[in-house]
């Protein structure tokens, strides 16, 4: 480029990227300036006098050319006015996007759904003056898809190609059998096909310096290959220089061999069947418009703060930026200006900032949300102290909307059960109202489990101790719901106290008329009764403890049937927990919406936690539910003794769970979901804190010392593998074990869980799970020590110094069994 032509190339430049920096400046004018109109009048007045300067130029001059001048002046404003004319603005109050007629209005038909009149109708005469497709046959077969006989007939074809088991076992036979015969290639590489003749290249070590001899042969080589096609199977490793003697070539006589042209490769045919791709899908008329209502449905759920209080999930708000870029950029890119993508990237922005909420914070429940208000039995626990708290108000009212209602109400407070499973509530009691249930002659009973034997579980007694009139009337709420007769409270025999309370509790619902024939008034009879238990774990069960009920041992049901169908004296039962019952009233009362506003979703509502071991302040406290642990304890224990670095792991839910350390206490959230991510679980809320000075594998021993008492012996893998874990497990205190058997502690819990009547078998095998999991090192440090003190240790914890095969043989124990007699 000549030095001229440079500058000028560069004064083109600068005065491009003027205008560029003067439409930019507008973008931010118009949105500022009230009056649109005039300013756009005034604005390409000035863009045309900067993209058209000679004009300028030649309009500012003086002299001989004045009249030429103004003569080009009165040309030039009707041009303006032609061009400011064709600048059109969208018709939509809100939006500030220009341009030409056509581009104005396809922004609009696409953002704004406003189409010119007709252009519907137009469209639909468009769409049905189109010729119909032939119906072709599916590519590779006969089958026209043009019948529900022939679609039926091309399924089951379709069918026979689907990698079953049997089609795979089918495949892999007829491999098998072409290999056999050679048909097939044994090296792997090749996949069981042939190399394609046009692959094979020459070798360099064999290849001539005479072009045209090479050139000859190959010349040959294709001339000679239709004809040997069908024998030759396998292609020639190198070309071969000597040229044939029965046919001369032409180019020998050539004493130079031109270059060979490139000549382009011959366009691959398109295929019949070729399928649109993404883009061009979306730029058909229907889709396109689908996608506009799409957009218009979030600028709408955007301009009116529906996305305020969205939680989302960790990734999720990235997620929705993606789309929104999507939706408004990707789509438009071809069919709008340069400006409207701005504002439809704009958009996009602006939408990812309102889907992506700050963080929610959990806990921290406020006194005036607390359902349990005399849970520390500072208050008067009777019935007229519970009715100056709000218990039983309007009761009559509220058993006198219904079954439907009330389980209906539970079903969208999204309540689950407090005992430890977790099942939601409503859909439990859902299963006594079964079609045809008002038939059925046979009594129906609620039954409330009030025995709390999990070790470090301790808050259905301070609600049976301190707000027992709120068990009541939960259970006269929860047995309307679920049309039960009567309600049967089974209670720890420990729990004295409680059960004293509770009795007359229930003598001054009766006495009012709260309870009885006529229950508040409202016709419906039900009543109380307690049933005191004798201290087995195992009666905490809902089938053992109707076992016990009805005056027989304690020993866990097989299901079916379920209780819902044959429960306390074949009767229809319902087994609930005492917290999931006594929550019920103040949920119809404050309504399903106030009790779902607490907690995450899934794991709504408040929870009860009995907080044990090392804290500074032990205690039952009502909390949100999904409150983080560190927080929680802090909160309202005074954080660990030693400090938060002191702690060395927690038990979140009661002795029946795993364990979990610091870092994974640090970080989770006291809900179902959360605990059951970390590999743990929320289970009764009864959380026992333990810091470096506990020996964590003597107290998991303890646990399993546990359950092996407490188990009814009724199952096999339950009576045996408790004994055998609890036997194990004390060895591990010392370290007297191998470290073979860390790994066989674990694969007789996996025996154990989930091979039993009941639940009690994998109570026993969580904890020693969540040891192994967390704790190894601990229990191998602790078998080397032991080791290097009194030497290798065998299996069942026999030292092998004092080992004599001849003799004894070890047992899981240790101990030694002596070999069968010499027959």
């Known amino acids: 480029m000549s030095g001229s032509g440079e500058q000028e190339y560069n004064a083109q430049y600068a005065q491009y990227y003027q205008w560029w920096y003067m439409q930019q400046h507008h973008q931010q004018m118009q949105m500022q300036n009230a009056s649109v109109g005039g300013y756009n009048a005034a604005y ?9 300067p000679q004009q300028a130029v030649q309009g500012s001059s003086s002299g001989s050319n004045s009249k030429q001048s103004k003569a080009k002046k009165k040309q030039s404003q009707p041009q303006q006015q032609q061009q400011q004319q064709q600048v059109h603005r969208c018709a939509q109050p809100d939006c ?32 049905a003056a189109k010729p119909s497709k032939p119906v072709v046959p599916v590519e590779g077969t006969n089958i026209m898809l043009d019948t529900p006989e022939a679609i039926e007939k091309w399924v089951a074809e379709r069918k026979k190609k689907f990698p079953s088991a049997a089609n795979l076992a ?26 394609r003749r046009g692959d094979w290249r020459s070798d360099s070590n064999t290849k001539s310096d005479d072009k045209t001899t090479a050139k000859s042969a190959i010349e040959h080589s294709y001339e000679q290959e239709d004809a040997d096609d069908n024998d030759d199977d396998e292609a020639p490793e190198t070309a071969s220089s000597k040229i044939p003697t029965h046919q001369p070539s032409k180019l020998l006589s050539q004493p130079r061999l031109d270059k060979k042209k490139l000549e382009p490769r011959p366009k691959q045919q398109k295929r019949q069947f070729e399928q649109p791709n993404l883009m061009a899908k979306l730029f058909n008329d229907e889709i396109r418009q689908s996608v506009s209502y799409l957009s218009q449905t979030i600028r709408f759920l955007v301009a009116n703060e529906f996305l305020e209080n969205v939680e989302l999930e960790v990734g999720e708000a990235e997620k929705a930026n993606e789309r929104a870029a999507f939706l408004n950029g990707t789509v438009m890119i071809n069919r709008v200006q340069r400006s409207v993508l701005r504002n439809a990237r704009g958009f996009a922005r602006g939408f990812a900032s309102v889907a992506e909420p700050p963080v929610r914070g959990y806990g921290g429940l406020k006194d005036q949300d607390r359902i349990f208000t005399n849970l520390y039995d500072r208050h008067d626990f009777s019935l007229k102290g519970a009715m100056s708290r709000g218990d039983w108000h309007k009761t009559k009212e509220i058993v006198l909307k219904g079954d439907q209602y009330l389980i209906q109400t539970v079903k969208d407070s999204g309540l689950r059960g407090r005992g430890g499973a977790g099942f939601p509530s409503g859909l439990k009691w859902s299963f006594m109202n079964k079609p045809g249930w008002d038939k059925d002659p046979r009594p129906r009973y609620l039954v409330v489990n009030a025995d709390e034997g999990e070790p470090g579980t301790c808050k259905d007694r301070e609600i049976m101790r301190g707000d027992p009139h709120k068990l009541i009337e939960g259970c006269l709420i929860a047995g309307r719901a679920m049309n039960a007769t009567a309600a049967y409270i089974y209670i720890r025999g420990e729990f004295y106290h409680e059960a004293v ?39 905490g069960e809902e089938t053992a403890l109707i076992e016990s009920i009805e005056g027989k041992q304690g020993k866990p049901r097989l299901k079916p049937p379920f209780p819902a169908d044959v429960g306390v004296f074949g009767c229809p039962t319902t087994v609930a927990n005492v917290e999931t019952v006594a929550v019920v009233p103040t949920i119809v009362r404050r309504g399903p919406s106030w009790f779902d506003s607490f907690g995450r979703d899934r794991n709504s509502g408040t929870k009860l936690f ?11 406290v009502e909390e949100e539910m999904s409150i983080p642990l560190k927080e929680l304890i802090e909160r309202h224990c005074g954080g660990v003794k030693g400090g938060w670095q002191n702690l060395q792991g927690i038990v979140p839910g009661g002795s029946s769970v795993p364990v979990i350390p610091r870092d994974v206490c640090t970080d989770v959230l006291m809900d179902f979901d959360s605990l059951k991510d970390a590999q743990t679980s929320l289970g009764t809320g009864a959380i026992i804190v333990m810091d470096q000075s506990t020996d964590m594998i003597k107290a998991i021993s303890r646990f399993a010392k546990f359950y092996k008492h407490e188990s009814c012996g009724q199952c096999t ?3 045996e593998g408790t004994t055998w874990m609890y036997n194990m497990m004390n060895r591990f205190e010392n370290g007297q074990a191998a470290n073979r058997e860390i790994d066989m502690i674990v694969e007789l819990s996996k025996q154990i869980e989930g091979h039993t009547i009941c639940a009690l078998g994998d109570a026993a095998a969580w904890p020693i799970q969540g040891l192994v999991r967390h704790f190894r090192p601990q229990m191998e440090q602790r078998i080397k020590e032991f080791q290097l003190e009194n030497g290798v240790v065998m299996y069942g914890g026999k030292l092998l110094k004092n080992h004599n095969p001849e003799i004894a043989i070890p047992d899981n124990r240790g101990a030694s069994i002596p070999p069968p007699a010499a027959a």
């Open 96 to 127: 500030t996007v220009t341009g030409t007629k056509k581009q104005v209005q396809v922004h609009m038909m696409d953002r704004h759904l406003i189409y010119p009149p007709g252009y519907l109708e137009n469209e639909e005469r468009k769409r």
């Open 44 to 52: 390409y007045s000035y863009m045309n006098s900067q993209m058209y």
């Open 170 to 195: 089918e495949k892999e036979r007829i491999q098998e059998e072409k290999r056999a015969r050679g048909e097939l290639p044994l090296d792997p590489r090749f996949g069981g096909r042939k190399r």
């Open 610 to 620: 009995a907080i044990s071991g090392h804290v500074n302040n032990p205690c039952v």
């Open 717 to 719: 893998p339950c009576r």
């Open 501 to 539: 309370r509770l009795q007359q509790a229930i003598d001054e619902a009766y006495k009012a008329g709260l309870i009885g024939d006529d229950a508040c008034g409202s016709g419906y009879k039900f009543d109380v009764f307690i049933h005191r238990g004798a201290g087995a774990y195992i009666c």
